[in-house]
């Protein structure tokens, strides 16, 4: 009678073996796709940086006040590790180039100013690049979530401590927010 079940014993190990290592490989894809994405947003992010001196300097001409508060803002890049924390670093950042761009709004010489509108042509470039490489990362972020999530993929998950990943989020300086209508 023992024997009548063997064959049922192999196949069903060998289906479970089989089913673990190709969700195991599974996990590892979406972590390498997640780390090369996060580097096309870090890439994009440092593209940004790189801007920030120059539109500094072409508005340091009409108001100085506003490019030095910029440049603090700027200093205060401390390259942070972590989604979260670097997050938080390029909000900052964010702001403070909102608040810069609309000083042009305030000179007009400095709207003007083509210089300032080719850098700002740049910015406008680098932060779609941002949204396009967040876009993706996230992406990638939820097919990896969903997988961790999901049964029964979720308890390979635990044995093999794969953990959900972290969204990416930024508010962008060249978006526009909608004006308050009270």
Known sequence: MESEYFPVYVFGSIFLVVVTVSTYNRFIKYRNMIEERWSGIDIALKRRFNLIPNLISAVKLYSAHEADIM????????????????????????????GLLAVAEA?????????????????????NEIQQARSEFNSAVRQNNTLVQSFPSNIIAKIFKFDNAEYFSLELATERSLPRVE
Not at 85 to 93: G, K, L, M
Not at 116 to 125: E, I, K, R, V
């Open 71 to 98: 440049q603090e803002t700027a200093q205060a890049r401390h390259g942070a590790s972590g989604v979260g924390e670097r997050t938080q670093e390029e909000s900052a950042i964010s702001h403070s180039l909102q």
């Open 107 to 127: 000179y007009p010489d400095l709207k003007a100013n083509q210089n300032f509108l080719a850098l700002q042509h740049s910015l406008t470039d680098v932060e």
